[in-house]
């Protein structure tokens, strides 16, 4: 296990918290319990963190929709107190990595954790604009044409185009692709993004990853020029 | 062993100039390989032809020591300054194997700090071997390896404190750099050793 400590987030007098904490900690790792949302961001930003637990009945817009944007890359894990499958299957499809309900034993509590601790999130595939990634089929193409990219090229581009044009620090596009945290002075992102740059610039122009100096890169994309409504027919 | 009948002293300059410039060579090829790996243009087997040439000089020195009567050194030292020399070039041969050997995926800062150091050692070493003869001039050139070889010592510590600063940097990455940086380090410290024999010639002939 890499990082030991976990952030769980919510009131601290809920009593099924409470019992997912004592789990957590019997489990072999660290809690740290926050409940408030500045708190939360500073720790996320600041703190080696393995996975965050949050309830989701107070904090679910916080984490899926400003945190998840603002530390791309990081392990989310919503708590709900009961089960319901249409409440899971809402917080899965807006991000969540794994929901977590009071009605789980420890030993389920621990698996589930185990499982989102050890396999860094797999991709599911973006398509914006006129970029398509299938991660589960290992594709990329742009405006239908298949870009010869390798996987970690594929995992790049598609780490930075899942941030919308915002940029994305090199740590975090390192802890999405790569799966751990980054060592000081790694230029690996900064090598496979060259790598990936010379690529895309010549089978496709409408992609450009532009360099924010201190922080990381960001995805820009032009939309494919709109077909006309009605075919051109050019005579002979 | 037959011995020369006549005695060629002197040809022992040229060859120590050459595994100077040769050490230099593979040090410049590998700061120019760990700059941008894996996108570079230097190969491994560059660098390895270069450690194959530093094996030939040295066998050549060997040679012509053991057919010499007469040494412009004493043949201890002149054993041991080949040697020294040669290991140079092997510690670099070793460092940019090990890049590929571990399918690096990009360099790092403190690497690429280490192979400057590296070319600067060899650099003043290469040309303390190529004034043999002036000692004078050659001993301001031991001082400079010297130099190198304290601030290389600096940057391998940081950069090995960088490696454990946060321990969920994946442990295969904090293996290979950790022993990447230690085999350059090898490179700069065996520069300082080939100094010291130089030196040490310098202090009998001089």
């Keep these: ?236 | 062993m037959r011995l020369a009948v006549v005695p060629r002293p002197a040809q022992f300059f040229p060859l120590f100039t050459a595994a100077g410039e040769n050490a230099l060579a593979a040090a410049r090829l590998m700061e120019a390989r760990v700059r941008n790996f894996p996108e570079t243009d230097v190969a491994q087997a560059d660098v390895k032809a270069l450690e194959s040439e530093g094996d030939d000089l040295t066998r050549e020195i060997i040679q012509l020591l053991n057919t010499q009567y007469v040494t412009p050194f004493d043949r201890e030292d002149i054993y041991e300054l080949a040697r020294c020399v040669d290991d140079v070039v092997d510690h670099i041969e070793h460092a940019s194997d090990l890049l590929s050997l571990y399918r690096v995926e990009g360099p790092m800062e403190q690497a690429k700090e280490q192979a400057r150091v590296l070319v600067g050692a060899t650099e003043s070493l290469s040309a303390a071997l190529g004034l043999l003869r002036e000692p004078q001039s050659a001993r301001e050139h031991l001082v400079v390896v010297k130099r190198f070889e304290d601030e290389g010592d600096r940057i391998v510590r940081d950069a090995i404190a960088a490696l454990f600063e946060d321990e969920g940097v994946s442990p295969l990455f904090v293996i290979r750099w950790k022993d990447i940086f230690e085999a350059l380090e090898q490179a700069i410290d065996a520069c300082e050793t080939a100094s010291h024999v130089v030196g040490n010639i310098l202090v009998k002939n001089g």
Excluded: C
């Design chain 1, 1 to 236: 296990m890499l990082e030991q400590r976990i952030l769980v987030a919510g009131t601290s007098s809920d009593p099924g918290l409470k019992r997912l904490e004592d789990a957590i900690v019997g489990s072999g790792w660290q809690v740290m319990a926050l409940e408030s949302p500045g708190e939360i961001d500073f720790a996320l930003g600041a703190e080696r963190i393995a996975a965050s637990v949050f309830d989701a009945a107070r904090f679910e817009e916080l984490f899926l929709t400003r945190l998840r944007r603002r530390h791309a890359g990081r392990r989310w894990v919503a708590w709900t107190a009961g089960y319901a499958s249409g409440r899971t299957a809402g917080l899965l499809a807006r991000g969540a990595d794994e929901v977590l309900n009071g009605t789980m034993g420890d030993a389920e509590v621990r698996a589930r954790l185990l499982r989102v601790l050890e396999h860094r999130h797999e991709s599911s595939g973006v398509v914006t604009g006129g970029l398509h990634i299938d991660g589960d089929e290992g594709i990329a193409s742009w405006q239908g044409v298949e870009l010869a990219l390798t996987a970690r090229e594929r995992e790049v581009l598609e780490a930075l185009a899942r941030a919308a044009g915002r940029p994305v620090r090199r740590e975090a596009l390192y802890r999405e692709v790569w799966g751990f945290a980054m060592a000081r002075g790694d230029r690996t992102v900064d090598v496979n993004v060259k790598r990936l740059r010379a690529k895309l610039g010549a089978v496709a122009p409408g992609l450009a990853i532009r360099t924010h100096p201190g922080v990381g890169y960001r995805l820009e994309i032009e939309e494919p020029a709109r077909l006309p409504a009605t075919p051109v027919v050019t005579e002979l």
